[in-house]
């Protein structure tokens, strides 16, 4: 037996692979890991980010990741990297994100969404590794006419990057049910919004942004001069587009529930990650507005192509099988993206 002054050594720590971890999404995702107690290894071409958030992980979580500036596409590098250390599981984030851009560039999502994965399974299995998060999207379910969206609604995206979403979960699930060792979960994001409460880690999109909350904050800040309204003639109560605004940190809780999911069942399942609440544009801007004490500019614009009426999640699944469900609403969201914008967030190179 050991006496009271001899230390025993420390068990290693689990080991994980998360792509895109310097993202918005995978960044968030990688701090409740690190606190969690693993090791995280990420691998990102940094297309859509920067090397310091490496930096701002290591602040909020107290330790660093390891990084590698790689492109998931690269199989000889992930060949590399599995070969290098005992990988656990992956975390894959990595991949083009932008409803308006699929549509003009159709081929490059698919070749790096689609192609990605390719790529990564094969390594994986290689490597004799089969657990695996793959980041989805409700935008594979298209524009439905019956919400709540459960995970047996009818899939039917509306643009490129749905489409290939769903590709890569139709790819997923074919794998696992050819090869029982696969263990994979594939969680359908609805709108992922807020930052980190800390102020020291949030979403920087490049050039203009895509997403609502980032487009706020950036007119709050004087970057632009309004906000523009992209529609407000949906069927809807207000007019503009409904959908179920979750925070990024309840978001990134999901990824770590879905991963012990993971660890006692195999095979393919789809998860959805959102509130259970619809919000509409309108919602989330009085809301943001209610935050920081002022309105903002804003104007209609038209609508965008791709975009729908309304989308929501049911979270049943969600709760049953990960014992899991968002806890921030609206604003907190607002709340958090707002100290993030005005404390934490640095200009981009």
Not at 101 to 106: A, D, R
């Amino acid at each position: 037996m050991p006496t009271p002054e001899m230390s025993l050594p420390e068990a290693p720590r689990p080991r994980v692979l998360v792509t895109g971890g310097t993202g918005f999404i995978g960044s968030h995702t990688t701090v409740l890991l690190l606190a969690a107690g693993y090791d995280v290894l990420i691998v990102d071409n940094l297309s859509n980010s920067t090397a310091d958030v490496v930096g701002a992980i290591e602040t909020v979580a107290g330790r660093r990741p390891d990084f590698v500036c790689g492109d998931v596409r690269d199989g000889a590098l992930l060949a590399r990297l599995f070969a290098r250390s005992a990988i656990a599981a992956v975390f894959h984030f990595a991949g083009l994100k932008s409803v308006a851009e699929s549509l003009v560039s159709p081929l490059d999502y698919y070749a790096n969404n689609v192609g990605g994965v390719i790529v990564l399974c094969r390594e994986m299995a290689e490597a004799g590794l089969h657990t695996l998060v793959f980041s989805s999207s409700a935008t594979v379910y298209g524009d439905s006419d019956t919400l709540p969206l459960t995970e047996s609604s009818p899939l039917d995206p509306a643009q490129p990057y749905g489409r290939s979403k769903l590709m890569i979960e139709t790819l997923l699930g074919d794998l696992a049910a050819t090869d029982s060792r696969w263990r994979i979960a594939s969680l359908r994001y609805f709108n992922p919004a807020g930052a980190h409460e800390s102020g020291a880690l949030g979403e920087r999109p490049r050039g203009i942004p895509n997403n609502l909350m980032p487009y706020l904050c950036q007119v709050a800040s004087g970057e632009r001069p309004e906000l523009i309204v992209h529609g407000n003639d949906y069927p809807t109560p207000d007019g503009t587009g409904i959908r179920d605004y979750i925070h990024v940190m309840d978001l990134a809780q999901g990824h770590l529930a879905a991963l012990d999911y993971l660890n006692t069942h195999s095979g393919f399942v789809a998860i959805n990650l959102g509130t259970g609440r619809g919000s509409s544009v309108l919602d989330l801007v009085h809301a943001f507005e209610r935050v920081i004490g002022r309105t903002l500019p804003r104007r209609i614009g038209p609508r965008r192509s791709g975009d729908i009426a309304a989308c929501w999640a049911a979270v049943d699944r969600a709760r049953e099988l990960l014992g899991w469900q968002s806890e921030r609403g609206l604003d907190a969201i607002c709340r958090d993206a707002w100290r993030w914008t005005s404390t934490g967030r640095r200009p981009q190179p």
